[in-house]
């Protein structure tokens, strides 16, 4: 059986374990909803650090859901050699570029990608905005 100590402090796996636990209210058309979430962790007991960590988390989350939703990235079909690494970029760079624009605030990404793909003089407004 192998087991795992905490070398710096001398200490087995059960005591330098931390939980934490994040409350957040949203109000989406005039309804409030709360949440409350649990977190186990192995970092030190350190607000900064565990709430830095929190938040790089959702990043990532919200960023594939972003890429799930706007550019249907599950249901690809793209699996042979480096196509799936090279779509993948791809669809990074033109996430980071629409969200980006600023000429149509009210427009999601999802409108702003099809405008994109139907109008050359929007998609040429915002290449342009955002490489110039």
Known sequence: MRGAFDTDNKKSPIHIVSAWASENEMVLVQVKTDEKRYYISSLKDSIEEFSTTVRKYWEIESTHWILDVVFKEDGRRVRKDYGPQNL?????????????????????????????????????????????
Not at 107 to 131: G, H, P, T
């Open 88 to 132: 993948a970029l791809l669809k990074r760079l033109a996430l980071n570029i629409i969200k980006k624009d600023t000429t149509e605030p009210k427009y999601s990404l999802k409108s702003k990608r099809f405008a994109a793909s139907v109008d050359n003089n929007y998609l040429e407004q915002v290449l342009i905005k955002n490489f110039i």
